[in-house]
Each structure stands twice: as C-alpha cells, then as structure tokens.
C-alpha cells in the first residue's frame, strides 16, 4: 500500500513537472518574439490580451486546430510519429535532474542525459527522411551531422566533471559546489558548453538544419499544424532544458533557491539574444570549430582533471 502511495505521489509530481515545463516553454516563446522585436527596433506580440500574454496559447490553439497534412509519397507512420517521439525525449530528458524531494534523483543521472540526446538525433534524422522531399531530407542530414560533431565535445566536457566529483549523479555537482562554482575553475569549459548548446539545439548561429535560404524550413518543410508545434515545443523545451543544466553545473545548483531560476532565465535569454544579435554560420566553419576547437580543448580539460584526481588520490595514500 506504501508502495502504490509512493508510486501515485511520483506519477503527480512527474505530471506537475511537465506541466510546468510546457507553461514555462510557452512563455519562452513570447519571451523570444519581444526580445527580437526589441532587438529589431519593432514592437513583439502585443495584440492578443494585455501586453500580448495570451499569444502562446492563442498560438497554440491555432496550430492544434488546423488540418494535418501530410505528402503523398512519405513514409506515414515515421513522417507522424517522429514529432512525438521528439517532444517525448526532450521532456523526459528533465527526469534526471536532481529535485529534492527525491522524485527520480537516481545515480546515473548523466548517462541518462546522454543517452536521451543521442536518441534525440534520431527523431530529427526520421522527420527529415520519412517526408520524402529533398529539402527536408538535406535538412534533416545536416542536423544529424552537426548534432553528433558537437555531442561529442559535450561527453568529454561531462567526463571532465564525472572524473573530478567521482560520480555519475547530478546530484552530486550540486553538493560540491556549496563554497566555489565550477564556472571559475573552468570558464573556458563553460563558454564550450553554451557554444555547444547552442549547437545541440540546432539555433542560431548555427540553424543550418532549417536554412532558409537554401532548404526553405529544413527538415521540418512539410509538416503542418500539430506535428510542427511538437517539433518547436521539443526545441523549447530542450532550451530551458540546457540552461538548466549549465546553471547546476557551473552556476552553483542550487535548486531551492529563487537564484537558481534567474540565473536559468537569463541563460535562456542569452540563447535568445544570440539570435538577434549574430549572423548565421558557414557549415564548413562549424564542423571545423567542432572539431579542431572543442575538442581539443576538451580533451586536455579531461587529461588536467583525470591529473588532479590521480595527484589527489596519491598524495592521500
């Protein structure tokens, strides 16, 4: 009976939580077109409601109550499921953080994360495939390419830390840093993990999976109405999602605290600012960036960290 209570009480809290997540991914949606508008010298949304705040949801309502669509010569099942799959990975991606009352705190925390964004490459690879259009299908490999080039500065960046505190939870990177943050003993680690974010999330400047200019929308051209909300909620939330996660691995962690989610929005505000601010990439640059920037640079952050837990570790025996 304590079992079925426990389970239900986690069922409630896993259903809040998500909630939460796609209220707080509507709202960073406003928060990007009056960022933009501002940026742009023009006003954002501000028709619908006071200040333009019910936008998200009349947007929403629109979206889901239009006609689905789909063409006539794409693979059914995977063109229709992929969006779904991509909202699902990127919302259960928020599993593993590490909340306090013990909802799914577990020890493996960062493989779990790991292994949800590897998986993640292949919604993208399937919406750009099963649409059967050329557009979508170029789109859809470059995301694939891009995503994996900089998944793998990310794994060694995490690998960094997992050597240093000794532990695969999450949990843990919030107990060590309860006198210094991680951001002042590797800056350079923690500007890589935002590029790379950045990256990972497919924005700009590094949007070239929906080039406009050369694939009109990318791997998402031919979808309509629901299945393209689900694929920019998935996007969204895989933003709030990041900024989560490099406030608790270098920003301190602390997720009582109110600090804790100013410094998450103003590193979701950051992704936007970005946007408005720099210019799109060249794709030869951003592989070459991947790889002979990050991951160097990782690597010998890896080697320096594995240095210090050996130096530790002998000067104690």
Avoid: H
């Avoid at 470059?142 to 999450?170: D, H, K, P, W």
């Avoid at 500007?191 to 009109?216: K, Q, Y």
């Avoid at 991947?290 to 130096?311: E, H, M, T, V």
């Amino acid at each position: 009976m304590l079992f079925l209570m426990d389970l239900i009480f986690s069922f409630i809290c896993l259903l809040l939580l998500l909630i939460c997540v796609l209220v707080g991914v509507a709202f960073l949606t406003l928060l990007e077109r009056k960022v933009l508008g501002y940026i742009q010298i023009r006003k954002g949304p501000n028709k619908v409601g006071f200040m333009g705040i019910p936008q998200p949801f009349s947007d929403a309502i629109k979206l889901f109550s239009k006609e689905q669509t789909f063409p006539l010569l794409s693979n059914y099942i995977m063109y229709y499921y992929s969006p779904i799959m991509s909202l699902f990975l990127s919302l259960i991606l928020w599993m593993s953080m590490p909340y306090l009352i013990g909802l799914f705190s577990f020890n493996l925390s960062m493989l779990f994360f790991l292994c949800c964004t590897s998986m993640g490459v292949y919604t993208v690879m399937i919406a750009g495939w099963s649409s059967n259009s050329s557009y979508s299908l170029l789109g859809g490999m470059r995301a694939v390419a891009q995503t994996i080039s900089y998944e793998v500065s990310l794994a060694l960046i995490f690998m960094s830390f997992m050597m240093l505190i000794g532990s695969f939870s999450l949990m843990d990177l919030f107990k060590f840093q309860k006198f210094i943050w991680l951001f002042f003993l590797s800056i350079p680690l923690a500007l890589i993990w935002f590029v790379s974010s950045l990256a990972e999330t497919n924005r700009t400047p590094f949007d070239f999976a929906e080039g406009e200019s050369e694939l009109v929308s990318g791997f998402n051209v031919e979808y309509s109405s629901g299945g393209f909300a689900l694929i920019f909620l998935s996007e969204y939330s895989s933003i709030l999602f990041m900024s989560m996660l490099f406030c608790l691995i270098f920003l301190g962690g602390d997720l009582i605290s109110l600090l804790f989610f100013l410094k998450m929005v103003f590193l979701s505000f950051m992704f936007l600012w970005v946007r408005g601010t720099l210019p799109r990439y060249r794709y030869d640059k951003l592989m070459y960036l991947a790889w002979k920037s990050f991951l160097p640079i990782s690597l010998n952050y890896l080697f320096l960290y594995l240095g210090l837990k050996f130096l530790y570790f002998s000067l104690l025996i």
